[in-house]
Structure formats: C-alpha cells, structure tokens
C-alpha cells in the first residue's frame, strides 16, 4: 500500500545523517500523496475544506487538484507541499527509492521559499530549442563524454576532463540563442541541484549514459549535468552553494577555478550517433502524429478565436511536431473566461494561436475520452475519466467522432 509505503520514506528521511544542502530540512517539509484513491498530506494542516484527519496526517477524497505529477505546489493557504503519485512508477518502489523522490521534490519546496528568484525556470524556451542541430549534439555528446571522465578520474586528472567538458560546452553554447542557454543554465540550478541532493541522499554519484541523452531529452539531461557540475564543484570546497543564491550558473562557477582545454576532435562514434539521433528526431515525431491520428475513442475539440491560456503542462511528457503543434502525453490545462478544462493521464493535441507553440496561447485542442464521457443536460459540462471541460459562453455540441465547443 502506497500509504504505509510512504510512511516508511518519511522515517528513512527523518533518520537521515548531515546536511543535504544548507537550511534544507526534508523532514519538516509538507508532503501531499495520492495513492489513486485518496490523497494524504503529511507534515502540515490543510487550512481548507474538504480534509478530514486520518492517523499520522490528512485525507482528501479522490486526487487533489494540487496533485498533477511529482513535484513541488502550493495549498490554497499558501503552504508549499512535495506532491507524489503513487500511480507514476513504472513498478512499486522500494522505500529507500521513494524517499530520494520525496526528497528531490522537497527541496523544490525549499527552492519556492528560499529566494524563488533564483531557481526559475522558463519551461517554454525549450519548445524552440533547436534539439536536431547536428552541431549542438555533437558538442552536447562530447562534454557528456568529458563529464564521465571527469566524475571517473582522480587527482589532478578530474580538472582536465572538466576543462575539456567545459569547452565543448562553450562551442555549443554558441549556436544557441541566448533563451536556451539561459533556460539549460537556470534548469541545472533548480533541478539539477535537486538531483544533487538526491544522490546526497542516496550517498551516489551522477550516472551518465554512454553515448548522450536522446535529442530532445534537454529537459531531462540538465538534472543529471546539473548534479555532476556540482558534484566537481564539491571537489574545490563546500563554499559554492553560497555563489548559487546570486545565480550564478554551476558551469560558470566551474570555470572561475578550471581553465577550459582546447577542443578534442569530434570522435567517429559521435558522429555516427549524431547522425541517427537527426533521423531518429524526424521518425519520432512523424510516427507520434500518425499515433494520435489513429488512436480510438471520442475526441473533444475546442476551437478559440480568442487564444486560450496554457494554466498547466507537463513538459517531460510532451513532443514538439511542429508548425505549431505539440503532442501532450500526460497532463494540460487551459482555458479563458469563457471555458476551462483539464486533461489526465490522456493525450491531447494543441495548435497554436501563434508563433511560439505556446507562449502565443492555443487556438485548437483535440482532447482524447474514453466511452465514459458525459455531457450535462445544457451542454456546459463535459466530464470522463482524466478529462473534464467547463463552457460558460457556449454548449458543447455533439458531432461525428466525438463533440465539438466553439468560441468566440
């Protein structure tokens, strides 16, 4: 049971020894878990309706709306919580394992109230991140490479493999726009250090893949960066941390004490694995479209002449297609003044109302139901498992394959 899991965690957290990261107590951080069937919160009162007491914490019926993947939100009166979902692991987790989770997502809570300035992020600027350039994966492959050697190596050895990986890093920050290296720096702050206290708490070390992370894994791939820049800076003294809260990027904090190398010719191995990663991109996102074309079941569309808001996305579950449309795998939410919905744990499609894929707001979403769907006698609800729509402008209108809602 998830819940007795959860409370085996919170002592594996509480019995932890030293300091993760200075001022960051995992232990005293409220928790909100849902199990599938309710939802816990531990550490903290509600301040809401809706709870009630339950043992050691607080239960709310059904899935709280705070609790939309494994991260880091706010309650109603303003408490920061750790939201954890029982039902996103691939197979039960031990407890040693969620308590690493429970961790990395409490120092996001910590992050929300220590200077919150400093570990934001713009999620959007990776939507135009060019991830199929062959010279920023060929340059991003090589630093990865010198990253592993560096972590590996020891003595006077480890400086030269990070003024190598420090290099490589500087070629490809070239060819970026000025967003994206903001966005990747500013990610290896806040999740990459995240993952760094993690592996603290697991007493490990960043693992590195072998060749490099696929290519539109950017997102993903600054966690692990993030937590082995900071590992090397560990290596110079423990003052660094400090240096972080005036935002300064770890690469560069790296690089006021390591001199970088000069660049290393681009092995053949990368260069074959470039060149897949480039015809892997396109197939992907080619055969993603096709899938969404043919999967079965009722599709509700909402059209917007007025462009719809983005309120919520998941960004490691989604793919960019392009000419404007993004293919979201878990989690959306959007909406106006005139109509709100949510997408969970069912795919939809949005097309833009502009030129950024989202930024510019949504002027199509065609949402996925299962048979379940049902409309509400005027037409201004719409409800299913993982989805629900609210129209105060307009009826939603039954229509082949599914229903239709039209806005001004």
């Known amino acids: 049971m998830f819940t007795e899991l959860f409370r085996q965690s919170l002592a594996l957290i509480a019995a932890a020894p030293g300091s993760l990261w200075p001022g960051f107590t995992p232990a005293q951080v409220p928790y909100l878990t849902y199990d599938g069937h309710d939802t816990r919160l531990w550490n903290a009162d509600p301040g809401e309706p809706g709870w009630q007491v339950a043992g050691d914490g607080w239960l709310f019926p059904g899935r709280h ?19 954890l979902l029982g039902r996103s692991f691939a197979e039960a987790p031990t407890p040693r394992m969620l308590a690493a989770l429970a961790v990395h997502e409490a120092f996001h809570v910590y992050q929300q109230r220590a200077a919150p300035e400093v570990w934001q992020a713009n999620e959007l ?8 350039d062959p010279a920023v994966l060929s340059s991003r492959a090589m630093e990865t490479a010198a990253l592993q050697r560096a972590l590996a190596a020891t003595g006077e050895a480890w400086q030269m493999e990070a003024g190598r990986a420090l290099a490589w890093r500087r070629a490809r920050f070239a060819h970026l726009a000025p967003e994206h290296v903001t966005y990747e720096r500013a990610m290896e702050r806040r999740e990459g250090l995240a993952h760094f206290v993690e592996l603290r708490f697991l007493g490990e ?19 692990v960066t993030g937590a082995a ?22 690469d560069e904090l790296l690089a006021a004490q390591v001199p970088a190398r000069q660049l290393d010719p681009v092995t053949p191995a990368v260069r074959a694995w470039v060149q897949a990663e480039v015809e892997r991109v396109a197939n992907h996102r080619a055969e993603a479209r096709q899938s969404f074309a043919r ?3 009722p599709r509700v569309v909402v059209q917007s002449t007025t462009p719809l808001s983005l309120q919520g996305f998941d960004p490691l579950n989604m793919i960019v297609l392009g000419d404007g ?34 930024m510019s707001g949504l002027g199509e979403v065609v949402m996925l139901s299962g048979a379940d769907l049902r409309v509400s006698q005027e037409g201004r609800l719409l409800q299913g498992e993982g989805l629900t729509l609210r129209s105060q402008q307009a009826p939603v209108e039954a229509v082949e394959g599914g229903f239709r809602l039209k806005l001004a």
């Open 65 to 83: 709306p705070c609790v939309t993947a494994n991260s880091a939100a706010s309650l109603a009166n303003g408490t920061g919580v750790a939201t």
């Open 125 to 132: 600027d990776a939507l135009t991140y060019p991830t199929a």
């Open 205 to 223: 070390s960043p693992v590195l893949p072998a060749a490099d992370w696929s290519a539109g894994a950017v997102r993903a791939r600054t966690y």
């Open 229 to 250: 820049y900071a590992t090397l800076l560990d290596r110079l003294g423990p003052g660094w941390p400090a240096a972080v809260l005036n935002r300064v990027a770890l």
């Open 295 to 297: 999967a079965e079941g």
């Open 325 to 358: 449309l993004v293919l979201h795998q878990r989690f959306l939410r959007f909406g106006h003044d005139s109509v709100q919905a949510e997408v969970f744990g069912r795919a939809c499609l949005t097309l833009s109302a502009g030129d950024h894929p989202l």
